[in-house]
């Protein structure tokens, strides 16, 4: 028999799974609406053109490739590929509706992206992101906005101990440049420097002579990602790290008006792994987990890949997983987080009582209450019972044939265990509604 | 330049697209809940051996398969494929964690569907579907319930002219015996009459006999699913069709006590496509749409094929594109759906009133507000005001030079198109609130 297990790196959500992650997402949604962004979203595939040769060759082996059908399934050709994340879907979006869109085009978009890593502990190859990305405006109250809504959702959901890492491209070129890192290395230099914190300097430098970077401009950019002094003396004879510099200044200054402020600052080994950003880059993380909670960056040239117009823009994104890993190994969750429990259970103790249970729980519906009907014949009187405690029923109405002919229903509260008065059936929804309201 | 379009029948859904979706999707997860159903969620991949063989040879064909990855990428080989239905992922999640769910496990999911099929008006590849399942029980409650559920979910999106067609697996298949229909081609008769709407009895009939069905067979069937006396005396012989239409008319009889009463009849020709169903099969539809706003059925063998334990089961779907497609159509949707608007737009005039910008829209979104900031320096009025009126912002603050020294925010009324008197900098986003909650 075949494996009912979900595909490797994937799962399934239960009931309870699914209100801590509507919680999350709920929270998500209600900061980031109210900064002016819009929901947006876009298919789960996309023609494979649009996703191959934008995240690097290490991303191009983890995209999802669809089959083509029909008569072409047999030559083993892939003509659509899963979303592998929501920025380039939506620099194709910009593309396709810049003229429908405004100016400026703030978007969020919460949906999930696929990616054939090996998966491992809080690492799935199904898994959400939230993102937020503002489309037309090349000013640094994009990227503070973005870093003050980040940090809002985060406080909302009450994380207190969060840090955000600043940084920037061209500060980061500045330095390559300055220290002498050959051009067509620096690429690999950056993806080296992006993993310092997870293999530790001697491994970054062995990345670095294996790319034939030079020894003494290993040293140097060791030393200058490791010590903002040692870092501005680098890129102070660079007119574009002179430049960005400046930009990140300008960030740090204005997010201290902000949500944001107290949690950022600038991180000169904080490099990013993806190719597409230009400009400042950006990563949130907690102490108790490696690896980060999400992060973002500008990106003025990616959506001038899908249009003959280069857009500016900039993006951020929280991952869904990581968020929820953190909240529950902290048990962050609130206890009063919707239930699936219904309010009453009507049971029927004789086919002929079928009718009106199903006419019963109607009312009460009707009074905005949830009810169910349990559809088997209770027999046992302990079985049903137990179902309907089981349900988080606060009550169970009771029809046999002893109710029908006294015109009444038989009620239990199931919360204190005990018999109530039977109730007149013609006001039974009524007065069933008026128990539910009770303080309990 | 690659195409910006999304893939051949799918669709991007821009902010009012997306609103409307979730009107439609809100209301159906307040009814489905109040019935005591609870969410579940599956990947969007299976593995591919748990999807092929389910839904008959057509169904196989128009899966979406996904190519295995790494070195195995080359063999055009396929491990993974993209849901096709929400059934048989839950008959797997039921199998797999029978012993963690309730005896009666109600669960409502909705969740896209991915079928190759040729894309045409009203028909995507990319689809939502809005399912609700009750598993482990035989009793003709459950159909109730369900039906009753979904004529509440139409109701209160505003359909009232939706009718429900009812039949049964047993009953067609007493039918086919009476009518001497080979047992072999049984099924391929019950394709060809699922088509009786669409393409006619003469081309039924055509079907018929290219599955070498008897003449008579052919005619008997015909004359019985075209009128009700006819189909009772030919079932009236067969064990089977005699239980099976006792079942129906319990369901008739039941269904008259809830919210579907008065929509729901018994229809001789409603087949349904899918093979799995075992018993009772439903099909709603409204008069402007051809094809059904959804279909369900009782499918008691489906989550024996993934257990050792044969489990009933019975599930309906809507279809969530056929159901929006009918409501644009008639101008269902309310004119009070939430809108992107934000409240507030805070403008600055010089790049030293970006802080105080940030702060005072910081203030308003404290007070349960949106507001964002219009990110350029607003050197021309004109473009800033229409921008602004562009995002539906009630108010427009503005801060400069003058306001700055003076303490204060100048403010417009972007509705009344007027200026306001100028607000005192420390008190302004409380008067701010107090005009957004003027009444309009």
Same mark, same amino acid.
């Given at each position: 028999?075949?494996? &009912?297990?979900?595909?490797?790196?994937?799962?399934?959500?239960?009931?309870?799974?699914?209100?801590?992650?509507?919680?999350?997402?709920?929270?998500?949604?209600?900061?980031?609406?109210?900064?002016?962004?819009?929901?947006?979203?876009?298919?789960?595939?996309?023609?494979?053109?649009?996703?191959?040769?934008?995240?690097?060759?290490?991303?191009?082996?983890?995209?999802?490739?669809?089959?083509?059908?029909?008569?072409?399934?047999?030559? %083993?050709?892939?003509?659509?590929?899963?979303?592998?994340?929501?920025?380039?879907?939506?620099?194709? #979006? #910009?593309?396709?509706?810049?003229?429908?869109?405004?100016?400026?085009?703030?978007?969020?978009?919460?949906?999930?992206?696929?990616?054939?890593?090996?998966?491992?502990?809080?690492?799935?190859?199904?898994?959400?992101?939230?993102?937020?990305?503002?489309? $037309?405006? &090349?000013?640094? #109250?994009?990227?503070?906005?973005?870093?003050?809504?980040? =940090?809002?959702?985060?406080?909302?959901?009450?994380?207190?101990?969060?840090?955000?890492?600043?940084?920037?491209?061209?500060?980061?070129?500045?330095?390559?440049?300055?220290?002498?890192?050959?051009?067509?290395?620096? $690429?690999?230099?950056?993806?080296?420097?992006?993993?310092?914190?997870?293999?530790?300097?001697?491994?970054?430098?062995?990345?670095?002579?294996?790319?034939?970077?030079?020894?003494?401009?290993?040293?140097?950019?060791?030393?200058?990602?490791?010590?903002?002094?040692?870092?501005?003396?680098?890129?102070?004879?660079?007119?574009?790290?002179?430049?960005?510099?400046?930009?990140?200044?300008?960030?740090?200054?204005?997010?201290?008006? &902000?949500?944001?402020?107290?949690?950022?600052?600038?991180?000169?080994?904080?490099?990013?792994?993806?190719?597409?950003?230009?400009?400042?880059?950006?990563?949130?993380?907690?102490?108790?987990?490696?690896?980060?909670? %999400?992060?973002?960056?500008?990106?003025?040239?990616?959506?001038?890949?899908?249009?003959?117009?280069? #857009?500016?823009?900039?993006?951020?994104?929280?991952?869904?997983?990581?968020?929820?890993?953190?909240?529950?190994?902290?048990?962050?969750?609130?206890?009063?987080?919707?239930?699936?429990?219904?309010?009453?259970?009507?049971?029927?103790?004789?086919?002929?009582?079928?009718?009106?249970?199903?006419?019963?729980?109607?009312?009460?519906?009707?009074?905005?209450?949830?009810?169910?009907?349990?559809?088997?014949?209770?027999?046992?009187?302990?079985?049903?019972?137990?179902?309907?405690?089981?349900?988080?029923?606060?009550?169970?109405?009771?029809?046999?044939?002893?109710?029908?002919?006294?015109?009444?229903?038989?009620?239990?509260?199931?919360?204190?265990?005990?018999?109530?008065?039977?109730?007149?059936?013609?006001? =039974?929804?009524?007065?069933?509604?008026?128990?539910?309201?009770?303080?309990?």
């Amino acid at each position: 028999m075949a494996s &009912t297990k979900p595909p490797s790196g994937t799962r399934d959500f239960l009931p309870e799974d699914i209100r801590r992650r509507e919680y999350v997402i709920g929270t998500v949604r209600r900061v980031y609406e109210r900064y002016g962004f819009e929901p947006l979203e876009t298919p789960a595939f996309e023609n494979i053109e649009t996703l191959l040769g934008k995240y690097g060759e290490e991303g191009d082996k983890l995209i999802f490739k669809i089959l083509k059908r029909g008569e072409q399934e047999g030559t %083993g050709q892939a003509d659509l590929a899963l979303r592998y994340d929501l920025t380039v879907p939506l620099a194709r #979006v #910009v593309a396709e509706y810049r003229s429908k869109l405004p100016g400026l085009f703030k978007r969020y978009q919460i949906q999930p992206v696929w990616r054939a890593d090996r998966p491992q502990k809080g690492r799935f190859r199904e898994f959400f992101q939230c993102d937020i990305d503002s489309i $037309g405006s &090349t000013s640094p #109250v994009v990227e503070v906005e973005q870093l003050s809504a980040v =940090a809002e959702v985060l406080s909302a959901l009450g994380f207190t101990d969060f840090t955000i890492q600043l940084n920037h491209r061209a500060l980061l070129n500045a330095m390559l440049e300055s220290a002498a890192v050959p051009v067509d290395h620096r $690429g690999d230099a950056l993806v080296a420097i992006d993993k310092l914190d997870k293999i530790g300097p001697d491994k970054v430098a062995q990345e670095f002579y294996a790319h034939n970077i030079p020894m003494a401009a290993t040293s140097a950019c060791l030393a200058a990602v490791e010590s903002v002094p040692a870092f501005d003396a680098l890129i102070a004879k660079n007119e574009h790290g002179v430049a960005a510099k400046r930009e990140v200044e300008q960030i740090l200054s204005l997010i201290a008006e &902000t949500p944001a402020a107290k949690h950022v600052s600038f991180v000169p080994r904080l490099a990013r792994g993806l190719s597409y950003y230009t400009g400042a880059i950006m990563e949130i993380s907690v102490p108790d987990l490696a690896g980060s909670l %999400g992060g973002g960056g500008r990106y003025d040239n990616l959506i001038g890949m899908f249009s003959n117009q280069s #857009v500016p823009a900039c993006g951020f994104s929280l991952g869904l997983e990581r968020i929820l890993v953190v909240m529950s190994e902290r048990n962050m969750f609130p206890s009063s987080l919707p239930s699936g429990a219904v309010d009453v259970v009507v049971t029927f103790m004789d086919a002929e009582s079928q009718a009106e249970s199903l006419k019963l729980a109607s009312e009460i519906r009707e009074g905005g209450f949830r009810a169910e009907v349990y559809p088997e014949i209770s027999r046992k009187f302990d079985k049903v019972l137990k179902a309907a405690s089981g349900r988080g029923a606060k009550l169970m109405a009771v029809f046999g044939e002893n109710e029908r002919t006294q015109k009444q229903v038989s009620v239990r509260d199931l919360i204190k265990r005990e018999a109530l008065q039977p109730l007149p059936r013609d006001s =039974a929804a009524v007065e069933i509604a008026r128990l539910l309201r009770r303080e309990p």
